[in-house]
């Protein structure tokens, strides 16, 4: 059975940092791409970050201008997200999901990844 946990959301305020990570288990993790994606109230979910296993080439939304920072660990199974500069638009539910791929052109697209976990929140107060 796969699973994948997030953790590391919180109350920040504007500028501020976090580090999410997410681990799993039940899939080989370093045969899957892995993402990060948010998710506001009354928003569609929305491709933040991408990073592909085999060659670790990373994907970011342009909306990020930079602030973020996906990695991640085969060892520990865990992929990270460091955000920097934190605004109160970046206010939403991040998830972590898994896909049994390459991260692609169309990394952005939740349809494509296969396991989801349930989210941390990040709350940005201005």
């Known amino acids: 059975q796969v699973q994948v946990k997030e953790s590391g959301g919180g109350l920040v305020q504007a500028g501020g940092s976090l580090r999410l990570s997410c681990t799993t288990s039940g899939l080989t993790f370093d045969d899957n791409a892995m993402g990060w994606f948010r998710q506001a109230p009354g928003k569609e979910r929305e491709g933040v970050s991408c990073?592909?296993?085999?060659?670790?080439?990373?994907y970011y939304s342009d909306s990020l201008e930079g602030r973020f920072t996906i990695s991640r660990d085969n060892a520990k199974s865990t992929l990270y997200l460091q955000m920097i500069n934190l605004k109160p638009g970046d206010t939403a539910t991040y998830y972590c999901?898994?896909?049994?791929?390459?991260?692609?052109?169309?990394?952005?697209?939740?349809?494509?990844?296969?396991?989801w976990g349930q989210g941390t929140q990040v709350t940005v107060s201005s």
């Open positions: 999901a898994a896909l049994g791929s390459t991260c692609g052109g169309r990394w952005f697209n939740p349809r494509r990844f296969d396991s």
């Open positions: 990073i592909s296993w085999e060659d670790d080439i990373t």
